[in-house]
């Protein structure tokens, strides 16, 4: 494109914007290690508001600046860092590339209204990231690609731009394609020729970087001549897209049509998320201002992606469901916003950050916080009146005040004290609702337990504000294995969470072997005598009972049916020995697992008028069982569990193979898209306790699964042995 002249925003300064047409809200998405936070750097140092590269005014880098993101050398949050280009403030959203902190990049979507693709040179594109750019298809969301790592020795841009077309344009090959091409240098000894410039094929222009900024000539014949060999699809691209249904003929008829209207509806077509324009990119080398394709990429930013005026109108419901109005974006509209992400500060408290999507938000107001929607994962619906605090614009680790945050601008918000992500912001006297957005379920277990008396004092409310601040994550308190279980997406989400526990909250915990669910059974019928007499100076204790025990079908519970005559047993003593029956079956008969599905009878027993007792009968009744269970066969009973898995074609068969060898039962296939075959399975749950983790490496990071409890059923001879020796106990 290569019109905008360099207009940067002064650095140091908190960026307000007064127009929505005057704001960009653009996510970056792509693999862990594609460039993606290097990118946000190097637009940071063209657009000026860095002094140099990845660094502001006090040092403190633009991304990545979290303590636990240094540690590890990788991003695990949505950052936001706001730039001026050309008098419009784009608002760009770092997103993590590993799949454990997807739900980073789902909240990055949501406050975008345009994404830009980051792809490696040297890495390619990965399954995931493909996924990704599908349900942005799916939405109609706009668009772009950049490639970067052209530094690599086995970099190839041209190659790069051909996989592009072919993945990401697969329905529609003629609207993925290049705005520019390299211009290459010497080669070095190893061969490999470093891109120093770029060719335009719109304005037949060439951009060289070599000074540190951008320097435009005219091409010499030979580069004139790559330029048109790849122009013309460029042009007949743009056209296909082009509202102007007469632009081909007079094209096709030898008319050459004038670059501002080939920038004008491409501009569009891009907007409109019909044409995807691939760029690239590097990093400036040190003491440069400009790193090479930085201010094409934000002319395409500033000139080619929406505004906020043109999302769509949101579907909004009052706080009980009751339809209201569709709001577009107007900053004198009613006031709608939503906490997209929420952080903790060591000096300000809960940092919420917020993108408007009507009205004006102004510091220090009453505010209606509605949360609806996520009571699934430990988030219970809310809904009450807070007063926020100050207004201001991330950038690294410092906060710049504003005065406002109008519709379509995004803005940290501090003191909301109750607010969770997801939630939504609306006038106290008109409350709004938005539906929240689509998140993954978290489905592996981390079990964990206070490492100290003083940790287990703050434990709770440490994993309250650590689960209000990541909807990703499930909290589950067990009644049956009585353990605190995270659910979290990964291995790395599950060591993020520990390390937030313990660095933010002051809270040590130790991960302990997460447990299922047994339960054990009879697997026949079986007598038990309970014998209880004891005398030991006063009041004794005497109490017999014979009871008789049969299994039941599933799901039958505890039954208890009182055969006595003749008044062996008492009447006011027979509740006594059900009290004790239950109480033993809760607490198991072999390996230590609640009892179910067995009928106890009552057919005899004994009594003394003077040493029986409640107490006496109840004991009796729990020997009893215990009794019966000593010579009957006991089953253990492991729950079931329905799994959906949906991968792409070609890893079904794995997939299928590796459920196999977990005793699942596969119980269908069924088609669930282009390209992609759902899995229907049964499989018993002690088999999957890390299957979110082996499923990815299966299926190379492209395959999902939803899971749900089916039955409890018995568990192999051999396997239920293995059970009962790590508890300690036999039948």
């Keep these: 494109m290569g019109a905008t002249s360099h207009q940067a925003g002064a650095a140091g300064r908190a960026l307000t914007a007064d127009r929505p047409s005057s704001v960009r809200n653009v996510v970056l998405v792509g693999h862990s290690g594609s460039g993606k936070t290097t990118l946000v750097e190097a637009l940071a140092l063209t657009a000026g508001a860095v002094n140099r590269a990845g660094r502001v005014e006090d040092g403190a880098t633009v991304s990545d600046y979290d303590e636990i993101e240094h540690r590890r050398q990788r991003s695990v949050q949505l950052s936001l860092v706001p730039v001026e280009w050309g008098g419009i403030k784009i608002n760009i959203l770092d997103t993590p590339g590993y799949a454990d902190f997807v739900g980073e990049l789902r909240a990055g979507l949501r406050a975008a209204d345009a994404a830009l693709f980051v792809v490696s040179a040297s890495d390619g594109i990965d399954g995931a990231t493909r996924m990704v750019w599908d349900e942005c298809q799916a939405v109609g969301m706009p668009r772009a690609i950049v490639v970067t790592h052209l530094e690599a020795a086995r970099a190839d841009y041209a190659q790069m731009a051909n996989i592009c077309g072919e993945i990401f344009g697969a329905d529609d090959p003629d609207a993925v394609i290049p705005l520019y091409l390299p211009l290459h240098g010497p080669a070095g000894p190893d061969g490999h020729a470093p891109v120093t410039g770029l060719l335009g094929l719109l304005s037949q222009r060439v951009y060289e970087y070599t000074s540190g900024e951008r320097v435009e000539r005219d091409p010499d014949p030979a580069e004139l001549a790559l ?145 609806h929607g996520l009571a699934d994962r430990g988030h219970e619906d809310h809904d009450l009146d807070e007063r926020i605090g100050a207004l201001s614009s991330p950038f690294g680790k410092q906060q710049r005040a504003l005065t406002r945050c109008i519709a379509g601008d995004l803005a940290c918000v501090a003191k909301l004290t109750r607010a969770e992500t997801g939630d939504t912001l609306s006038a106290k006297d008109d409350p709004l609702l938005m539906e929240p957005w689509a998140m993954p379920d978290p489905l592996l277990p981390l079990a964990i337990e206070a490492h100290s008396k003083a940790d287990e004092d703050k434990l709770s409310q440490g994993l309250a504000r650590l689960v209000a601040e990541d909807p990703t994550m499930r909290l589950e308190q067990n009644p049956h294995t009585r353990q605190v279980v995270l659910w979290c997406l990964g291995e790395a989400h599950q060591d993020v969470a520990l390390e937030r526990l313990r660095t933010r909250y002051g809270v040590q915990v130790d991960p302990v072997p997460h447990k299922v669910s047994l339960r054990e059974t009879f697997g026949a019928k079986a007598a038990g005598r309970g014998r209880h007499v004891k005398q030991s100076g006063g009041h004794g204790q005497f109490a017999i009972c014979e009871i008789e025990v049969e299994p039941l079908p599933p799901g039958s519970g505890i039954e208890f049916v009182d055969k006595v005559v003749g008044g062996a047993v008492p009447r006011q003593f027979i509740p006594s020995v059900e009290k004790g029956v239950r109480t033993q079956a809760a607490r198991g008969v072999a390996a230590g697992y609640p009892l179910v599905d067995v009928r106890v009878t009552l057919l005899d027993g004994k009594a003394h008028s003077v040493d029986s007792s409640d107490a006496a009968f109840q004991t009796a009744g729990a020997l009893a069982l215990r009794e019966a269970a000593a010579e009957a066969r006991i089953h253990l009973l492991e729950p079931v569990a329905e799994l959906a898995v949906v991968i792409p074609d070609e890893y079904v068969g794995p997939v299928m193979s590796d459920l196999a060898g977990r005793r699942g039962r596969v119980v269908g296939t069924e088609q669930a898209g282009a390209g992609r075959t759902r899995v229907r399975a049964e499989i018993p749950e002690i088999e999957i306790g890390r299957y979110a983790i082996e499923l990815r490496s299966v299926s190379h990071g492209t395959g999902r699964f939803a899971r749900s409890y089916a039955r409890h059923e018995p568990m192999p001879p051999q396997i239920a042995d293995k059970v009962r020796e790590q508890t300690g106990k036999g039948t």
């Design 227 to 371: 330029i048109s060999g790849a122009r013309s699809r460029l042009i007949e691209g743009i056209i296909a897209e082009s509202e102007d249904e007469s632009l081909m003929d007079r094209y096709l008829g030898g008319e050459d049509i004038d670059i501002k209207t080939l920038v004008d509806d491409l501009e569009r077509a891009v907007a409109r998320g019909t044409f995807h324009p691939v760029l690239m990119a590097a990093p400036a080398p040190e003491g440069a201002r400009q790193g090479l394709g930085t201010v094409e990429l934000l002319e395409l930013v500033t000139g080619g992606f929406p505004t906020p005026l043109e999302r769509p109108a949101l579907t909004v419901t009052a706080p009980d469901g009751s339809p209201r109005p569709a709001l577009t974006c107007d900053p004198a509209g009613p006031l709608l916003a939503e906490v997209v992400k929420t952080s903790s500060d060591p000096y300000v408290g809960r940092v919420s950050l917020v993108r408007v999507f009507s009205g004006t938000l102004h510091p220090e107001e009453t505010v209606h916080v509605s949360g």
